[in-house]
């Protein structure tokens, strides 16, 4: 039943896409540690998006490989399907239905056995047991991207994309969020991530890598990252960068029309 599996849950290599004209990745490599939570950080419009579309077999690649737990994503499509959950940007939870009825819902559509004792451990997991038995039409934005993060977690992915679990969420519920990701992560389940906010980024990842023009022009660790950063101007700033410092450093580098 075992077979030997490459140490990575996430390999990509020199992934390009373009949609027409418009040449989005242009040769992508990264990879992801099994039970880490990996942050592609961009802007908007950077390719965040394309790279998750690509990875959970969604979108096909124009050129360049990846494979997810193990499972080429263009050969092995329904091996990578079962091996994750994707979160989008706008959570996927039925308004009218309980949190707990949609629990429910998504364990009885995946054959999980017990799907009510599922539901409830869910629930406790991320802190909406008392919010279970209400419709989520009156939940608030953090408590349903809460809910969606654990309808992810049904049926026990290994890895689990989450893109831009934030985006839109006022700053208390984006803690709520980060809370969920982080308890994600604390059970093994490898986790990447992508986010406009650098913050986000900070807080949460074992690894950060910056998409920025159709590559990762950065990949490392917080403290790799913040090494990054010219020491004069950390000398000048007189306290530890933030990763904003260490982006702008790096994509402003480039820049000749700002006039700095
Ligand atoms: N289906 C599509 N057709 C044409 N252009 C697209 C399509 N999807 C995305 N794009 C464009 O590709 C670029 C990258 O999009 P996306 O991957 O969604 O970026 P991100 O998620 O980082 O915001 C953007 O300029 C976007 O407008
Ligand atoms: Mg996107």
Request: charge should be neutral; glycine fraction near 8%.
């Amino acid at each position: 039943m075992m077979v030997a599996r490459q140490t990575e849950a996430i390999r990509v290599r020199g992934l390009e896409k373009s949609y027409k004209a418009l040449h989005v990745l242009r040769g992508v490599d990264f990879e992801v540690a099994r039970g880490s939570i990996f942050a592609l950080l961009g802007s908007n419009g950077a390719g965040k998006t394309t790279v998750v579309k690509i990875l959970s077999t969604l979108l096909k690649a124009d050129a360049g490989t990846a494979s997810v737990d193990g499972w080429d994503v263009a050969t092995r499509p329904a091996d990578v399907r079962e091996s994750i959950s994707l979160t989008g940007q706008f959570a996927a939870v039925d308004e009218i239905l309980s949190g707990r009825e949609n629990l429910v819902l998504v364990a009885r559509l995946r054959h999980v056995k017990q799907p009510g004792k599922i539901a409830d451990d869910l629930l406790a997991r991320f802190s909406l047991t008392d919010a279970g038995a209400r419709k989520v039409s009156t939940y608030s934005g953090g408590m349903r991207r809460r809910l969606d993060i654990a309808m992810s977690l049904i049926g026990n992915p290994p890895v689990i994309f989450l893109d831009e679990p934030t985006t839109g969420l006022d700053p208390e519920a984006r803690v709520e969020v980060w809370a969920a990701v982080r308890e994600l992560a604390a059970r093994g389940t490898t986790v990447l991530l992508t986010t406009q906010y650098l913050e986000e980024a900070e807080q949460l990842a074992d690894r950060i890598a910056i998409l920025h023009k159709g590559r990762i022009i950065v990949n490392g660790t917080l403290a790799e990252l913040k090494r990054l950063l010219p020491p004069a101007e950390v000398e000048y700033v007189e306290k530890q960068p933030s990763l904003e410092d260490v982006f702008l450093a790096i994509v402003g580098a480039g820049k000749e029309e700002s006039g700095r």
